[in-house]
């Protein structure tokens, strides 16, 4: 959605905040010192639109970016600046406004707050807000890919995920520096939607279902390409979206995670411990590597399942007539994890075409799971490729639950409550 710095809409569809009123919700805006800020003017408008009460708190850096009044005439309050100015109508404003907020959102969060709220430093308004505060804290994180990627960010980020803390995905892009990737502050419109979500339900909210607080779980995604030359593979269309769906509800719920995925177009989820790999046998030995921590495996990978006995070390020229490619088995990965399972929690998918259910139950019992989720691959809304899924949850003692056509965060979800529901039963 484009829309000017009037706050006129130009683009082809509304302010898409489709998501619900925010009247009587307060939303403490935090706005850093980034050129992002000035995209969290449009934010602010569209919140105000929806009814919520904002409070912005710019930190100094911020200010050399957009001008507090900016804010304070878009949001009709005044806007803090800094700890230790004129309170105005509030007392002590930090502690206000951090029991006042239903929500604290952090956009742009640059790498240094990201930094700061990460090692507990709170030296000014904004941290020491977000440290008294008991509301969800969501972080949009805007700055150059190279920063983004930076261990020490990313390391902060885990740890914050970890700790409850909600981190948007960064946009892939043009970036201000001129270079191109990851680290683009999300559009106004994406972030008031998750606003709305985190405020209504079936969110990740601090605390709120954190039922999978301390327990680690790996999760394999996408496809696998087995290699015949240095150009040429074979693979299948799994995009890994239900695989990363699952990673980042385990991880909004309070889990350790570690995803381990296949080759797709997907950005690394941010707050998890990401692993690629390509081939078949690469994803077996990431997996035997890091079974042994994980409390619970969900493979929701689409291994394939034969690869060429020889892999070509030129490229494959033409020939005349028919070529024949000879095939062997890839090592069956969730088949050896069955054997050595102990007392860990194994999650299988399964992708049918027909007999959907009972091909699942044979999987099930075959690799010696705990729970098996069967899809029909066959349907054009659900399985490969797809944002929506449909999908039934076998369970190892003959349960069986329907999920409807659902977003694949959706569906990640009802699995996670079959898997905390085991786990509490075996506690
Ligand atoms: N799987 C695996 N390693 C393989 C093949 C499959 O770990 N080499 C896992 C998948 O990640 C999935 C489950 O096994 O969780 C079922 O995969 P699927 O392809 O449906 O089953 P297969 O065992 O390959 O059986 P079939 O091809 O006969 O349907």
Redesign the pocket.
Known sequence: METDMNGNGTGTHDDGDASGSLRGKVVVLGVTGGIAAYKSAELVRRLVKLKAEVHVIMTKAAQEFVSPLTFRTLSSNPVVTDMFGEPGAWNVMHVSLAQRADIVVVAPATANCIGKIASGIADDMLTTTIMATQAPVLLAPSMNTRMFLNPIVQGNLRKLASLGYIIMEPAEGELACGDVGRGRMPEPGEIVEKICRILSDGSPVMEDKRDLEGISVLV?AGPTQEALDPVRYLTNRSSGKMGYALAEAARDRGARVCLISGPTSLPAPVGVDFIRVRS?QEMFEAVIARFEDADVVI???????YRPVRVAGQKIKKGDGRMVLELEP??????ELGRRKGAKLLV?????TRDVVE?AKD?LIR?NLDMIVANDVSRYDAGFNVDTNAVTIIGRDGSIEEVPLSSKREVAEKVLDAVARLMRARS
Do not use: C, H
């Open positions: 394999t078949a493979k929701a990978a689409a291994v394939a399942d890839t090592p069956d990965i969730l088949g299988g998918f399964a992708a049918e091909s999987k690799k």
